[in-house]
Structures are given as C-alpha cells and as structure tokens.
C-alpha cells in the first residue's frame, strides 16, 4: 500500500476536477450509475482522488476530460497498457476490488484505491485483467451481484510502475 496526503493545493485542484465533471454531465442530463447515495459530485470526487493518487504514484499526467457517456472502463493508458481505477470511500476489512461483472472490466489493468479522508488516499493493489477475472469471486452488499478480490489478493502497488514501464513527469508538467 501507499499513502498519498493532500497538499491544499491538490485537494483544491481535485475537487474543481470533480466539480468540473459534475457541472458538464448535469447539463447534459446524464447522471452516475451508484447504489450508494452520494451525490453525484461525491462519486466524482472520490474517483477523481483515487485516479490522482494513481497518475501520481505513475508520474502519469491526470485525465482531466469529461467524458458524457463515461470514460469506457479506462481512466489512463501507459504504454499501450490501459488502467481502471476502483476506489472506495467506505473503510471495511477486507476491502474488496470489484465490479458489477466480467464484461465492465475492460482495461488491462485494475488498480484499487481508497480515501481514509480528504487528505489522504491510498493505492492498495492492482491485478491484471486475466488475474482479476481468474481470482474474482461472487460477492453482494446488498445492492445487487459483483465480482470481486479481496485486496490482501492483489500486487502490491509499489510494483505498477515498474511493470508499466512508467517514465514519469515532473511537477511542472501537472
């Protein structure tokens, strides 16, 4: 696991991000697929943190466009290599990456993230698609079927950049 904690800049810089997201996609009427009830520009924010946490750990620049219709299963790509970011806001053991089903995962990659707070963000884990789809395992919370891996499963995240290959930016590039 790494920890990431906020500067105030990049807290400010995530939630205009997020609040960016939402502000667009209400005006087109398109609204997010949750079971929990957080509002829109708090499912943004949470995935906006955990995919900040990610391109950070990467050197990787964060994707800052919104896309209407969703972002297709990929929230980056490293050479050649695309990445969905799952991250969680509620903090249970163990936490489980997962998604709704097989087909919704369509990058190469699935990392999980969560956010203990505000100010801090972690990156637990990441698998391949292949190991996901291998490991993954029937689960419920009450909203419908999933499919998911317990985090102690997955790689350890110090380990994705190294197997990306990810060359990095500097700050100045952000």
């Not at 972002?71 to 490293?78: K, Q």
């Not at 919704?104 to 789809?133: C, I, M, N, Q, Y």
Request: include cysteine.
């Amino acid at each position: 696991m790494i920890e990431f904690s906020l500067t105030p800049w990049e807290l400010q810089f995530l939630v205009l991000a997020a609040e960016r997201r939402t502000v667009v996609k209400q005006a087109y009427h398109v609204r997010n697929q949750r079971c929990q009830h957080k509002s829109d520009f708090a499912t943004h924010l949470t995935g906006v943190l955990g995919e900040f946490a990610v391109a950070k750990l990467l050197g990787h620049k964060l994707d800052l466009s919104v896309h209407i219709g969703g972002d297709g299963g990929t929230d980056m790509e490293i050479n050649a290599r695309t990445i969905q970011v799952k991250t969680r806001n509620r903090h249970y053991s163990p936490m489980y990456l997962y998604v709704n089903s097989p087909s919704d995962l369509r990058a190469d990659v699935v990392v999980l993230a969560s956010t203990p707070s505000l100010t801090e963000v972690r990156v637990l884990g990441w698998l391949e698609k292949h190991e996901f789809l291998q490991q993954a395992t029937p689960l419920n919370f009450g909203h419908g079927g999933r499919i998911g891996v317990p985090s102690d499963n997955l790689r350890d995240a110090e380990t994705l950049k190294d197997f990306l290959g990810a060359a990095g930016v500097t700050a100045d590039e952000w």
